[in-house]
């Protein structure tokens, strides 16, 4: 079975400095993985994904991650932080035998709250 | 383009009492998953549809729950009797076309 390992629950990071969110994955393939970012009160918008290729991948809002097939692991930058990134960023794998990893379900990590010192 | 809509957004109600969630896909997504949130458990997927067809309902609690996809643009998620650890916040998802998955602002849940 697959799972997401998140191993920090809080980090709090002063605006302006560099961001790096872990993630770790057990899959027995190359999986589909996922960040998704969730504000308060809302639903979970996708920042970047990986399916192949590139092991760099560029999202919005100026995060990237890296595919590290070796340690298993996708984890999420940012260079400078921004006072409104403060939200929860959940990493997420999906089944590499679906068509895009949007045609079945995913499994999640249980969430980095990511704080904002001023 | 509209997103995935849920309603209700709040439900308060007494255990016992049955539940009813409600979900509109984006239009031309095939796919719709059900996914509860809470503290301790995190996001668990309950059940996912393609083609209004249910695929994989292994992550239903338990027999109270029950999903249906009557046509391509609905979805509801019922839960009867509810009980108060049923407490938490629901989403909804689509995909299609091989992209990913599109999630709805959630139903707040709570069981007295």
């Known amino acids: 079975a697959q799972s997401v390992t998140q191993p920090d629950i809080h980090i709090t990071v002063s605006e302006g400095a560099s961001l790096e969110l872990r993630c770790n994955y057990s899959?027995?393939?190359?999986?589909?993985l996922f960040w998704y970012v969730q504000s308060p009160g809302q639903g979970l918008q996708l920042l970047l994904k990986?399916?192949?290729?590139?092991?760099l991948v560029q999202g919005i809002k100026g995060f990237e991650a890296e595919f590290k097939r070796s340690q298993s692991s996708f984890n999420l930058r940012k260079p400078s932080v921004h006072w409104s990134d403060a939200a929860e960023y959940f990493c997420?794998?999906?089944?590499?035998?679906?068509?895009?990893?949007?045609?079945?379900?995913?499994?999640f990590g249980k969430g980095t709250h990511l704080i904002i010192q001023p | 383009d509209a997103g995935v809509i849920q309603s209700p957004r709040h439900e308060v109600t007494e255990m016992g009492q049955e539940v009813t969630l409600r979900c509109k896909p984006i239009?031309?997504?095939?796919?719709l998953f059900w996914y509860r949130q809470t503290m301790m458990r995190g996001l668990e997927l309950l059940i996912y549809?393609?083609?209004?067809?249910?695929?994989?309902d292994s992550g239903m609690p338990e027999d109270r729950f029950s999903a249906k996809m009557p046509n391509a643009s609905f979805s509801t998620l019922k839960i009867q009797p509810s009980e108060p650890r049923d407490s938490a916040v629901y989403f909804c998802?689509?995909?299609?076309?091989?992209?990913?998955?599109?999630f709805g602002d959630g139903t707040r849940l709570s069981i007295l």
């Open positions: 990986y399916f192949s290729g590139d092991t």
């Open positions: 998802a689509s995909s299609g076309g091989g992209q990913p998955q599109h």
């Open positions: 997420a794998v999906g089944d590499s035998g679906s068509s895009g990893g949007g045609a079945d379900g995913l499994t």
């Open positions: 899959y027995g393939a190359t999986p589909y």
């Open positions: 549809f393609n083609n209004n067809v249910p695929i994989d």
């Open positions: 239009s031309g997504h095939n796919s």
